[in-house]
């Protein structure tokens, strides 16, 4: 079943796998990456991760149940980055006016940089593909509640001025998770409309009054 790294379990309880499947789940992984970015999730098949990564069928099933389970886990590896990056940020401009903090670091958080543009495209093609089967749509969703729920965290911790009065972190966090994506969608091709609408985005988001 899938469990989501972005919120793993205790440390203390966690079990720990081998140093061996740890190698190879990390080269599946690398490998679907780079297939999932270049052709696509639909005409990437498990074969074809398993032939990059140098693996058979079998170690691909010992690390993941399906390829949408793969897939999931990329996402959560690029999410779990991008709150670090966004944590760091706000500890960077902690001596900032707080209005101006919100606003980098909402514009920090809702910006395409060049590299993301190929995961924005692949994320809005597995939500199609999710759309049409309930199963797949319920581990999508509880891998936005895992995301959330993060970004709530980072959001009580160096944002609080960004959760509006009678809304909570986790509210808060839907809401610019949201808004992200929507505004991804609309400006993956860039140029001047793309910045005028993330600057307008921005501008709504950072200047909700905060607590």
Same mark, same amino acid.
């Given at each position: ?5 972005v919120?793993?379990?205790p /440390?203390?309880?966690?079990?720990r796998?081998p ?9 599946l ?8 970015l270049s052709?696509?999730?639909?005409r990437?098949s ?7 990564? #140098? ?8 690390n ?5 389970d ?9 999410a ?6 966004? /944590?760091?940020?706000?500890?960077a ?6 209005r101006?903090r ?13 590299a993301?543009? #190929? ?11 999710? /759309?049409?089967s309930?199963?797949?749509a319920?581990?999508v ?5 895992a995301v959330?729920a ?19 972190a986790?509210?808060a966090a ?9 505004l991804?969608a ?15 985005? /921005?501008?709504v ?7």
């Amino acid at each position: 079943m899938y469990r989501s790294p972005v919120n793993p379990p205790p /440390a203390d309880t966690a079990p720990r796998p081998p140093r061996r499947r740890i190698h190879t789940r990390a080269r599946l992984l690398a490998a679907a990456s780079e297939l999932f970015l270049s052709v696509g999730f639909a005409r990437t098949s498990i074969e074809d991760v398993c032939a990059a990564a #140098g693996y058979t069928r079998g170690a691909f099933y010992s690390n993941f149940g399906s390829k949408e389970d793969l897939l999931l886990a990329l996402f959560d590896d690029q999410a779990g980055q991008r709150l670090a990056e966004l /944590a760091e940020l706000a500890a960077a401009c902690e001596s900032l006016a707080p209005r101006e903090r919100a606003r980098r670091l909402v514009e920090a958080l809702l910006r395409v940089e060049p590299a993301e543009t #190929g995961w924005i495209l692949l994320f809005l093609e597995f939500r199609l593909v999710a /759309a049409r089967s309930p199963a797949l749509a319920e581990q999508v969703a509880a891998h936005d509640r895992a995301v959330a729920a993060a970004l709530a965290g980072v959001l009580e911790r160096n944002l609080p001025e960004l959760v509006p009065p009678g809304a909570s972190a986790g509210q808060a966090a839907a809401v610019v998770l949201a808004a992200r994506e929507g505004l991804l969608a609309r400006t993956a091709a860039g140029g001047a409309a793309a910045e005028e609408l993330l600057a307008a985005t /921005a501008a709504v988001l950072s200047g909700l009054p905060g607590r």
